[in-house]
């Protein structure tokens, strides 16, 4: 069956199921997240990094999809290649975005573990991987072997996406003047070709912008996510430092994926002929934004320099916890949009993006990540705590 894309009010679905896109650089450092849990409590993060997986394939095999179908999903959503091999207990992926996506962190060890489990999901057989790419294999090899064991469906709540009469008909917080065209942006970023395919001599990988993306699992981001995040407060991490380890990849997601996006030949060829002012390069972000699944952004407030609020309607991550869990009190829990909001403004008042520095990891850890001149962040208002949307607001005193 063909992969069905369809979008409601802000979030991107194929096959009945949330995604949003997301590059290497995030879906590497957010891997790394989850994996500074280890050793915590009774966090298992090897377990839960393969897992988070399963029921999301499984709810596609209940929509109808044959094992040939989550193949060719599998390079559709850019996540390399998976194959079979002649013993049916063995699998590889000649190409992988996880296998690509960890080596940025530099880790000679196995970390295909979202690939592991897509297996373990198809087959319903527990999938170890035996060779990795980072540990100079030639392919990363999988094996399967007995029963799975039991893994509940964690998404325990039907949607609860925020209605509009179109598809991002949601109040703009305030007038305000630029010569940005929101629709012209979304109809330019839907019309590129952000899939990968699964033909003999393709890579299954969606490169574009300068990074690899993948149009992944919201679902899989927000309770790997979530899980963690709670394992490491129970075992006593303290509140402000772990939220502050989820939230540097949102920053991270920024540099990269926003940062080359502004960059690109697509943004000087749509949305820069349109940009005048600080504004207006902001307006054009968040309109692509709005096509990535992520929700639906609304600009609050822009003081250039010293302060940026942005809402979130439907945010992936807002809509995805009230799927898994019950109301929060808590709102900082939108952890990618504080991150991807402080990261917006470091774009364009502590670094120039429109100068095109050299978007490299010194340069990400000596200048844009670094303490000097960096904006504060706070979310004040959350989807998960019960309210219409996200709200978050990034200051510099």
């Known amino acids: 069956m063909a992969s069905e894309i369809s979008n409601r009010h802000g979030q991107t679905f194929i096959g009945g199921l949330n995604r949003v896109f997301h590059c290497n650089y995030y879906n590497a450092y957010l891997q790394t997240a989850v994996m500074l849990s280890e050793g915590a409590g009774d966090c298992q993060p090897r377990r839960l990094l393969s897992d988070a997986v399963v029921p999301l394939v499984r709810r596609l095999r209940q929509a109808g999809y044959s094992d040939k179908d989550l193949l060719e999903e599998f390079s559709f959503c850019g996540f390399g290649k998976l194959r079979r091999v002649s013993a049916a207990h063995e699998w590889l992926t000649p190409t992988s975005h996880y296998g690509q996506a960890a080596i940025l962190q530099?880790?000679?060890?196995?970390?295909?573990?979202?690939?592991?489990?897509?297996i373990a999901g198809i087959t319903n057989l527990e999938t170890e991987?035996?060779?990795?790419?980072?540990?100079?294999?030639?392919?990363?090899?999988?094996?399967?072997?007995?029963d799975l064991h039991p893994i509940p469906d964690y998404l325990k709540r039907p949607e609860e996406l925020q209605p509009a009469p179109a598809r991002f008909d949601f109040p703009e917080c305030q007038p305000f003047s630029t010569t940005v065209d929101e629709d012209a942006i979304i109809d330019a970023v839907s019309g590129l070709p952000l899939y990968g395919k699964s033909g003999v001599n393709d890579t299954g990988l969606i490169d574009a912008f300068g990074v690899v993306l993948t149009n992944h699992f919201a679902d899989y981001y927000n309770y790997i996510s979530y899980q963690s995040f709670f394992g490491m407060l129970k075992a006593g991490m303290s509140l402000s430092q772990t939220q502050d380890v989820f939230i540097q990849g949102g920053h991270i997601c920024a540099f990269n994926t926003f940062g080359g996006i502004m960059s690109s030949p697509e943004w000087d060829a749509v949305v820069a002929p349109m940009c005048q002012t600080d504004e207006d390069w902001i307006h054009g972000m968040v309109a692509v934004v709005n096509a990535l699944g992520w929700g639906v952004w609304r600009v609050e407030k822009i003081v250039p320099r010293r302060e940026l609020i942005i809402r979130v309607y439907n945010s992936y991550?807002?809509?995805?916890?009230?799927?898994?869990?019950?109301q929060s009190k808590n709102t900082q829990l939108s952890f990618l949009v504080l991150g991807a909001v402080q990261g917006l403004a470091h774009l364009f008042w502590k670094i120039d993006i429109r100068q095109r520095p050299r978007l490299d990891q010194d340069f990400y850890v000596t200048v844009f990540n670094s303490p000097e001149n960096s904006f504060s962040v706070k979310q004040t208002h959350a989807i998960a705590a019960g309210h219409e949307y996200d709200r978050v607001v990034a200051w510099r005193d």
Do not use: I, L
């Open 317 to 326: 991550e807002g809509v995805g916890y009230r799927r898994m869990y019950p």
């Open 129 to 146: 991987e035996t060779m990795c790419k980072q540990a100079h294999a030639p392919v990363d090899w999988y094996k399967t072997g007995e």
């Open 106 to 118: 530099g880790r000679e060890e196995r970390s295909c573990y979202f690939n592991a489990g897509y």
